[in-house]
Every structure is written in C-alpha cells, then in structure tokens.
C-alpha cells in the first residue's frame, strides 16, 4: 500500500524528523502556512515539561543541583536550556540520564495532544530524535529531511556560534542519515533547492 492509499484509510500521524539544522523548522513552518493541520512540536512539549515546579524541572535541579538555573534576570528561577545542553553534550553520563527522563514524557505528553484531534485527518508530529527515542510506534508515517552534513555544519555554526568542529561533534551524535533512511517513508530533500521538497509536500499533503 502506498503512502497515498495508506492515508485514506488512516488517521494519519506524520512524523517528521531530521539531524540537527537540516531545516525541520522551516519545513514546518512552510506547512504551518499552507496547510491547514494541527502541528505538535516535541520541542516546544519539552520546554513546557522543564517549567518551574513541573515534574521534570524538580527531578533536572535534584540531579544537576542550581548550577542549571538561568541567573539572568530570572525571579521564576527558570532552567537555562542552553547550559543543560551544553552540560549533556560534554556528558555522555548526563546525556542518557535527561534522555530517560524526558523522552518517556515527551512521548505521553505527545499521545494526549494527539487525543485532541480525532476529528482531524492529518496530525505533524515534529520530533527530532525520532529514531533515537523510539517515537516509531505513535507515527502512521516517517517523513525525514535530507540535508548533507557540510550545510548542517554551516547552518549551526551560524545559528549556535558554535566551532566547526563542535558543530560536527553534535551532528555526529545523531543517528546518521543513512541508518534513519531504511525506516523513512518519504525523504524531503532540503540538500540545495526548496522547490524539491516543497514539490513533495503538495503531493503528498
């Protein structure tokens, strides 16, 4: 059954997915205009999983203790997302103990939202670390950016302020394009020219 047929007969639960700069948001935002379908961003449910006195902020300041707290400014005593990054970058230790952590709730979290829309036909389910935190089972679909690693590479050094050979350290920590593309279904093509996966978009949404 191909991928067409395949939504006509499901609830379709689109997981979309790709390395690091590979240009997931600018896919998704190209949707969030011309599409008219719910998005639920993995991202955007981890940040609201870390907030002050939520669950998951307790157990990150009981492991990591204060040093994660953003000091800027910050009566709410907020978690300084980009220290944690760092801190589980640099820890492979901390790295696997956030992961277990979040990615159970980020998964549960996703599953309720997409409760809310059982009347819709088509659901974007934007997760990063698709592949890495098993996320397979909660898609009817994988779609997976294509992106060659030197363009990653460009775009993070840009956005992150980040060395060049921190920047291959981070997309080297992912899944590799080639093991994630055996369990794809469709491959949106972001290597030089927009118009390719914009061209499959219109087909297949």
Same mark, same amino acid.
């Given at each position: 059954?191909?991928?067409?047929?395949?939504?006509?007969?499901? =609830?379709?639960?689109?997981?979309?997915?790709?390395?690091?700069?590979?240009?997931?948001?600018?896919?998704?935002?190209?949707?969030? *205009?011309?599409?008219?379908?719910?998005?639920?961003?993995? /991202?955007?449910?981890?940040?609201?999983?870390? *907030?002050?006195?939520? !669950?998951? !902020?307790?157990?990150?300041?009981? !492991?990591?203790?204060? *040093?994660? $707290? +953003?000091?800027?400014?910050?009566?709410?005593?907020?978690?300084?997302? #980009?220290?944690?990054?760092?801190?589980?970058?640099?820890?492979?230790?901390?790295? *696997?103990?956030?992961?277990?952590?979040?990615?159970?709730?980020?998964?549960?979290?996703?599953?309720?939202?997409?409760?809310? !829309?059982?009347?819709?036909?088509?659901?974007?389910?934007?997760?990063?670390?698709?592949?890495?935190?098993?996320?397979?089972?909660?898609?009817?679909?994988? @779609?997976?950016?294509?992106?060659?690693?030197?363009?990653?590479?460009?775009? =993070?050094?840009?956005? /992150?302020? $980040?060395?060049?050979?921190?920047?291959?350290?981070?997309?080297?920590?992912?899944?590799?394009?080639?093991?994630?593309? #055996?369990?794809? +279904?469709?491959?949106?093509?972001?290597? +030089?020219?927009?118009?390719? @996966?914009?061209?499959?978009?219109?087909? =297949?949404?």
């Amino acid at each position: 059954m191909d991928i067409l047929q395949k939504s006509k007969t499901h =609830l379709r639960r689109i997981g979309l997915t790709g390395g690091i700069a590979s240009g997931k948001t600018t896919i998704t935002n190209y949707i969030r *205009k011309h599409k008219n379908i719910p998005i639920i961003d993995a /991202d955007n449910l981890s940040r609201e999983l870390i *907030k002050p006195n939520t !669950y998951g !902020y307790n157990k990150i300041l009981d !492991y990591f203790g204060n *040093k994660v $707290i +953003d000091n800027k400014n910050n009566s709410e005593r907020t978690i300084n997302r #980009k220290l944690l990054r760092k801190i589980i970058f640099e820890n492979s230790e901390s790295k *696997k103990w956030i992961e277990k952590l979040l990615h159970p709730l980020i998964k549960e979290k996703m599953i309720q939202e997409c409760s809310q !829309y059982k009347n819709n036909q088509t659901i974007l389910l934007v997760i990063p670390l698709l592949f890495e935190a098993k996320f397979e089972d909660i898609c009817t679909e994988i @779609w997976l950016v294509k992106c060659p690693k030197e363009l990653q590479s460009k775009r =993070l050094i840009a956005r /992150d302020k $980040i060395s060049e050979k921190e920047a291959y350290e981070s997309i080297n920590l992912q899944l590799s394009f080639e093991e994630k593309r #055996k369990f794809s +279904d469709v491959i949106l093509d972001n290597s +030089d020219d927009q118009n390719k @996966w914009i061209k499959t978009i219109r087909e =297949l949404l």
